[in-house]
């Protein structure tokens, strides 16, 4: 059975897989600490390990370069593609938030305030955030009793809530899997766009706000735990060269930062 098989499905279950999206993901996992180019016929080995046909790449590129996101150069048979300046600016903030470290400790402060603000969970008449009230309007800052975390958990939205479980589902999958390069690189890509459609869309729920029965219980751990299990295996595939696939420039010091508290 193909190891990766679940994760796969876990993706089609979301509906037809956004192409132009997952490039967007590999870009930011495997190529920006690489030199930020990549060729093409390694995209194309990576994402059809995961079942996205030639033709579906080669629209999304397209449509990607369109959109001024990406730029494609070819150099005798070989072609490759690099982020736009425009596209690598749009980088940074978003790259801060994926690889941001876990939290070590439980939340000990939290606010609740009538403006919406980074992180918040919206609830009946205000906004609950981890940490002191700040900005402009009504807040209060104070701890969570005991019977809160339930109540909060019911005020996610169902898309919310469907998002956290199918993380949890591939985190699960994940477990115990011993991985060769690709295979690795694969698995990476998945987990981190999983992660990343979650972390850009939604509010972080801390870990003491989820049911007893959830597992994993801390899923921002998680991520990051496999994440670290799975990186020397996927580096070894970027550094693999084959054929017409050259090998990747060698690791920048901001692939050890990820998910690695200061």
């Not at 309007?137 to 898309?159: D, H, N, Q, R, Y």
């Not at 919310?160 to 993380?167: E, F, G, I, K, T």
Request: proline content about 8%.
């Amino acid at each position: 059975m193909d190891p990766l098989a679940p994760l796969i499905s876990s993706l089609s279950a979301d509906g037809r897989p956004r192409v132009w999206s997952l490039v967007i993901t590999v870009f930011g996992d495997s190529v920006q600490h690489r030199g930020g180019r990549v060729a093409a016929v390694r995209l194309n080995r990576l994402l059809g390990r995961i079942g996205v046909e030639s033709g579906a790449l080669r629209t999304a590129l397209s449509r990607l370069s369109r959109d001024g996101w990406v730029e494609g150069r070819k150099a005798g048979r070989t072609s490759s593609y690099a982020l736009t300046p425009s596209g690598s600016a749009q980088f940074g903030p978003a790259t801060a938030q994926i690889y941001a470290p876990p939290r070590q400790s439980a939340v000990s402060e939290w606010s609740f305030g009538s403006q919406e603000s980074p992180g918040a969970i919206r609830l009946s008449g205000g906004w609950l955030r981890p940490g002191p009230a700040n900005g402009s309007g009504f807040g209060i800052t104070g701890k969570l009793s005991g019977p809160s975390a339930p109540e909060v958990w019911k005020a996610l939205t169902s898309e919310h809530v469907s998002a956290l479980h199918r993380l949890a589902d591939d985190l699960r999958a994940l477990s115990g899997l011993e991985l060769g390069p690709l295979d690795a690189a694969a698995a990476r890509t998945l987990l981190i766009h999983r992660w990343r459609r979650l972390v850009l869309r939604y509010p972080n729920v801390p870990a003491e706000l989820f049911p007893p029965e959830f597992t994993p219980q801390n899923l921002h751990q998680s991520v990051a735990q496999n994440y670290t299990r799975l990186c020397p295996m996927a580096e070894q595939w970027l550094d693999h060269s084959e054929g017409d696939m050259p090998a990747m420039p060698q690791a920048t010091a901001d692939l050890a930062k990820r998910f690695i508290c200061a």
